[in-house]
């Protein structure tokens, strides 16, 4: 049961808020899952610091009541927490039931023993420790932030994440699957069961089946292995990700004891030394992003549709694989991923031992390391998205002798529950005697971080062994903001250390791809270093979208990233359609930057283009010539006089034109636009429109500098849960009803109610003409 309505929650320390008659008066009362420090003011002196988001972190505490009937007393009762950032410390009616510091685990508690039936209420009290600061390099939130359930069953059922499906052989006829089955009795007494599994496929159809008999006494538990084969199986792949799902039914007699279902997707695949990874046997690149998990100006909740679109906006920019730094994902990002297409490394760890930040989860690692991976590999191993298991992200012990028996601890825990994905980790040092990860010689996949000019040595350094660059480029970018390359050169080095002595005034990067961190490189440099070198299975950029925290190069008032190929808000940066016209079939042209300069002065006009052989641009009807591609070019590019407007792109193949572009020079700002992401949503109180503004002339073009402050009306089934720019030094909240446009643009982000009808949200801004938009909720 969803668990997530009706709590109350308070900030600070209230310890007597365990007991039972504590009366909750002047708390706030609430729905998980909920992050209060995005709720916060930025500040430099928060002890989060800037690189966790310059937001509050601290101590709260939640409490919800609930009541039971009389007939679940006979029943197995447990509350699961799919994450709680951090030290979540539980009770139920006063009685502790534990701790768990890791913010990112997904834990359970037995609630049974403690409950009270028919009508005494029983009280749920949770207490979030995120004081301790700082204690990571990025931001995390804090509280309940991701989803909870209560689960009731029969006291004999199919133990928590007690399911294991593998493909161990499969072939274009049949598919051979094996299922592992942990069924727990929590009752006192022998029952003879009949354990029957069905798989279904995608349309509910039944494709095979078997019964298991078991024998099993009271207070035991068993693991049963069953098997089954496909005929003719529909196979998953990032472009056709087919799943099956297999439904586990427990019987004593005639009784069904429990319902169980595990999902399936039938899928191979290899990585190799020489040809890099092949998936149902056909060769491929890992075309991936990294990403944190907070979702932009919603911080750290989980919700569903948001995680969705950003894989959606990523989908189409051609990204086939997702890793998951640093650290366990939400069970919906994996959902999502199984069920659109995505391939994933899911990763365990940011730091072992040896610490990064003062307060990080070395603290814990002793006593929770074991647990932690363990419950991530059981929680996560039935996804068909997953296909590596990564142990770590930069682990300092790479360079000593201590990462030797670490790792082949790490790697033994793993290959004990799943021996069907290849263990990574990934790494910085690519001298194979100065890194003792690699040493303990436990690796299946070697993922190593940046070095990209290194990658062509790998064969020779590490002969025989599966490469993967796990963590690439560290490119910077401001959404629309454009220093001419010419004199990016001349102020600011290619890549740079940090904290920046020198830069733009208003804490930007050109959106030219001429900037990274001095560990990394541009997207254009690495992605040629890697892109034919058949041995590379393929890469992970950093990052995906921009996120709160680490906003490298500045200091505060910036707090938040500017690596992302996407900003905050969801809005792609110029880079964006590089990647679209190599990692995806369809015929791109995209030209920038905008067309409002200073007369005369000279611009640099870039054009990201595909299926297409030439370009030509044209300025005001006249010719300035065509380009093409030489070499490995990844773009091209003219050098443009400004005048006032308008430039025309046009590609063409074999003299045939593909697709044509143009920018037109925009007047004064006249009106507000609103464009959904969706305009019909559903009535869960969960659902989401997300609605970007934008800032007009006369003639509906874009103003490109445009920095209105646009206020927002909201009326029927929706509330605003989120407005954000992109822009990662703005000082403006997430939760408002208000934003200032940046480079022209702004987003509001609405949630549903639980009732059917209408919204409608009005848009103004001082001076222009405001905006309606009308959303249907169902």
Same mark, same amino acid.
């Given at each position: 049961? &969803?668990? $997530? ?10 310890? !007597? ?23 916060? &003011? ?98 995390? *939130? ?69 019964? =298991? ?39 004593? *007699? ?20 020489? !040809? ?14 990294? /990403? ?10 989980? /919700? ?71 419950? %991530? ?102 959404? *629309? ?15 740079? &250390? ?7 005034? &208003? ?154 572009? !143009? ?34 002339? %006369? ?19 929706? =509330? ?22 940046? $480079? ?17 949200? =009005? ?16």
């Amino acid at each position: 049961m &969803d668990f $997530n309505k009706g709590w109350f929650f308070r900030l600070g320390d209230h310890p !007597e808020a365990i007991q039972e008659d504590y009366a909750v008066e002047g708390w706030r009362q609430l729905s998980l899952p909920h992050d209060w420090s995005i709720e916060g &003011d930025f500040s430099e002196t928060h002890p989060t610091q800037p690189e966790g988001g310059a937001l509050p972190a601290g101590i709260g505490w939640y409490r919800k009541t609930f009541t039971l009937p009389r007939e679940s007393l006979d029943l197995t009762t447990w509350i699961e927490f799919d994450g709680v950032y951090r030290n979540a410390e539980v009770w139920i009616n006063g009685q502790r039931l534990g701790i768990r510091p890791n913010g990112y685990s997904s834990f359970k508690y037995d609630l049974t023993k403690y409950l009270k039936y028919g009508g005494e209420v029983n009280t749920l009290a949770v207490r979030v420790d995120n004081s301790a600061q700082p204690n990571s390099r990025w931001y995390t *939130g804090s509280g309940i932030y991701r989803n909870v359930r209560m689960v009731r069953t029969h006291p004999i059922h199919v133990d928590h994440w007690g399911t294991f499906v593998s493909t161990p052989s499969i072939t274009d006829s049949l598919a051979k699957v094996a299922l592992e089955v942990r069924i727990n009795n929590k009752g006192l007494s022998h029952r003879k069961l009949d354990i029957i599994s069905t798989i279904l496929d995608a349309e509910g159809k039944e494709v095979a089946y078997t019964s =298991t008999y078991s024998d099993l006494r009271g207070g035991k538990d068993t693991v049963l292995f069953q098997d089954f084969e496909i005929a003719m199986p529909e196979l998953w792949s990032t472009d056709r990700p087919y799943l099956y799902r297999v439904v586990t039914q427990v019987y004593a *007699g005639v009784q069904l004891l429990d319902n169980y279902e595990t999902p399936l997707g039938v899928r191979f695949f290899a990585f190799d030394s020489k !040809e890099g990874f092949s998936l149902n046997g056909k060769k491929m690149k890992i075309l991936g992003v990294c /990403n944190h998990h907070d979702l932009g100006a919603l911080g750290a909740v989980v /919700n569903t549709r948001a995680i969705q679109r950003r894989l959606e906006i990523l989908k189409e920019m051609g990204v086939n694989a997702i890793r998951t730094a640093h650290n366990p994902p939400s069970p919906e990002l994996l959902n999502l991923c199984d069920q659109m297409g995505f391939i994933v490394q899911d990763e365990a760890f940011d730091v072992w031992k040896k610490k990064k930040m003062n307060a990080d989860s070395h603290t814990f690692w002793e006593e929770w390391h074991r647990r932690d991976l363990e419950d %991530m590999i059981l929680r996560d191993r039935n996804h068909p998205s997953i296909m590596m298991w990564s142990i770590g992200n930069e682990i300092r012990e790479q360079f000593d002798s201590t990462g030797l028996a670490i790792t082949r601890e790490l790697v033994s825990i793993v290959k004990r529950l799943d021996t069907t994905r290849p263990v990574t980790s990934a790494l910085t040092e690519n001298i194979p005697s100065k890194n003792y990860i690699y040493q303990a010689g436990v690796l299946d996949l070697l993922g190593f971080n940046y070095k990209h000019k290194d990658y062509k040595d790998f064969p020779k350094r590490f002969p025989g062994m599966p490469i993967i660059a796990t963590e690439n480029m560290s490119a910077l970018a401001t959404r *629309g903001h454009y220093d001419q390359p010419s004199d990016i050169i001349k102020r600011w080095p290619q890549a740079y &250390d940090k904290p920046l002595t020198s830069g733009n005034e &208003d804490f930007t990067v050109s959106a030219y791809d001429q900037v990274s961190a001095y560990w990394g490189s541009t997207h254009e440099e690495t992605w040629k270093s890697i892109k034919d070198q058949d041995f590379m299975s393929g890469l992970f950029v950093w990052t995906g979208f921009d996120y709160l925290g680490e906003p490298i190069p500045y200091p505060y008032p910036a707090r938040s990233s500017y690596f992302g190929i996407i900003d905050l808000a969801g809005f792609p940066k110029d880079v964006y359609y590089m990647y679209q016209s190599e990692w995806t079939d369809k015929p791109v042209l995209h030209v920038f930057p905008h067309w409002n300069w200073e007369e005369g002065q000279t611009v640099d006009v870039w054009a990201y283009y595909s299926q297409a052989d030439e370009v030509e641009l044209f300025l005001n009807g006249e010719s300035l010539g065509v380009r093409q591609k030489e070499g490995d070019d990844l773009h091209i590019m003219w050098r443009v006089p400004y005048e006032e407007g308008t430039l025309k792109a046009v590609s063409r193949k074999a003299g045939k034109t593909i697709l044509e572009k !143009e920018i037109r020079t925009a007047g004064e700002a006249q009106k507000v636009q609103l464009s959904p992401d969706r305009k019909s949503l559903k009535a869960d109180g969960k659902d989401l429109s997300f609605i970007t503004v934008s800032i007009h002339d %006369m003639e509906g073009n874009l103003v490109p500098k445009a920095s209105d402050k646009v206020s927002f009306e909201i009326q029927g089934e929706g =509330t605003i849960v989120g407005v954000d720019n992109g822009y990662q030094a703005s000082m403006e909240p997430f939760k408002a009803n208000y934003r200032q446009a940046y $480079n022209g643009k702004c987003l509001v982000i609405v949630q549903t109610n639980e009732k059917a009808g209408r919204i409608t949200l =009005t848009a103004r801004a001082e001076n222009l003409q405001p905006a309606e938009l009308v959303l249907k909720v169902e």
